[in-house]
């Protein structure tokens, strides 16, 4: 499957060849660290195939997951633009192919194509939004609220647009592991919303996956208030 990050389908094909070109492609294998946060920033990762997921740390040792990110994408952007140490690590769910661009060459090919610049801009503003609106649930609504709001996220995320209508259940590469640490719920709190989930054929689970089923019905939960 492959899901094309909003940045990417906002660039002209020439813009998403030439960044391509800016760096060196290497291998991570899958549970690798491929950025770690607080680190110093020196360069960016151009995802090419496979997963990651973007991972904070409490300062009671939790993580938490705060997106999945699927090539084509980017990460590491941020530290890069402003100099800052990374706020986030970012480690390989699958096994990733990726260009690794040093924040000067970056930053030179913004300089040179503002479009570009202003294109990334818009697309890390609309990351913030989901951040903001992610602490809001966390804050205000239930478990399984949160679980519903996470797994139509997911689906969202990983239909392309051409698919949209298609009936079937649709299967999101996410553990239940991953899917407490998404929503900030315990693996057995997790465990017990997913009951009546699975009880009135919302979804379905598996090794490693969850399977929704009955789109409507999770919509209208997730956006139960």
């Known amino acids: ?67 999945l990110r699927e090539g084509p994408d980017i990460v590491g952007e941020m530290a890069a633009l402003d100099g800052t140490p990374r706020s986030a690590s970012v480690v390989a769910k699958t096994r990733i192919t990726a260009t690794v661009v040093t924040a000067e060459h970056l930053n030179d ?16 503003a609309s990351r913030l939004r989901d951040s903001d609106q992610a602490r809001l649930e966390m804050a205000s609504r239930t478990v399984l609220q949160r679980i519903a709001g996470q797994l139509l996220a997911l689906h969202d995320q990983y239909t392309e647009p051409d698919r949209a209508q298609e009936e079937g259940p649709r299967q999101l590469p996410v553990t239940q592991n991953e899917l407490a640490s998404m929503v900030g719920a315990s693996r057995e709190a997790v ?35």
């Open 109 to 124: 090919f913004l300089q040179r194509n503002p479009e570009v610049l202003l294109t990334l801009v818009r697309t890390l």
């Open 191 to 225: 465990a017990k919303a997913l009951l009546p989930l699975r009880k009135h054929g919302i979804v379905t689970t598996g090794r490693g996956r969850i399977a929704v089923v009955d789109l409507p019905a999770l919509r209208a939960l997730a956006e139960e208030f």
């Open 1 to 67: 499957m492959t899901v094309k990050s909003d940045l990417w389908e906002a660039l002209a094909a020439e813009h998403r060849s030439a960044l391509g070109q800016l760096g060196t492609r290497i291998q991570y294998a899958a549970g690798e660290t491929i950025l770690r946060e607080h680190e110093p920033s020196s360069h960016v990762l151009l995802l090419d195939e496979g997963t990651a997921k973007v991972v904070v740390t409490a300062d009671n040792g939790q993580e938490v997951i705060l997106a």
